[in-house]
Nanobody, 127 residues
Framework: QVQLVESGGGLVQVGGSLRLSCVVS????????MGWFRQAPGKEREFVAA????????YYADSVKGRFTVSRDNAENTVYLQMNSLKPEDTAVYYC????????????????????WGQGTQVTVSS
């Protein structure tokens, strides 16, 4: 059974940093794309960042480019989202997702291409 478990969320002040982790178990995604999405209250879930586990290619939403960094640790089967210079508008539940199709990096920003999702972790940025 595939499981994605996020952690690292919490309450932080404007300008602060957090690192989210997503531990993957149940199967290997060593050639797949992993994504981070977020959903703020009253809003639709939106793409944040993605990384292909094999190529290392990374992708970011314009709203987080230059502030967030996505990375992976193959040995730990973990994907990270380092979030710096946090803003109140970054407040949301953050979700990790895994794409079931190996190699493909197309449409990395679309929820529909991801087959597995974590339960989410809350990030709150206070001003």
């Amino acid at each position: 059974q595939v499981q994605l478990v996020e952690s690292g969320g919490g309450l932080v002040q404007v300008g602060g940093s957090l690192r989210l982790s997503c531990v993957v178990s149940g199967r290997t995604f060593s050639r797949n794309t992993m994504g981070w999405f977020r959903q703020a209250p009253g809003k639709e879930r939106e793409f944040v960042a993605a990384i292909n586990w094999s190529s290392g290619n990374t992708y970011y939403a314009d709203s987080v480019k230059g502030r967030f960094t996505v990375s992976r640790d193959n040995a730990e089967n973990t994907v990270y989202l380092q979030m710096n210079s946090l803003k109140p508008e970054d407040t949301a539940v953050y979700y990790c997702a895994a794409r079931g199709t190996a190699y493909s990096e197309l449409y990395y920003y679309r929820e529909a291409v991801y087959d597995y999702w974590g339960q989410g972790t809350q990030v709150t940025v206070s001003s």
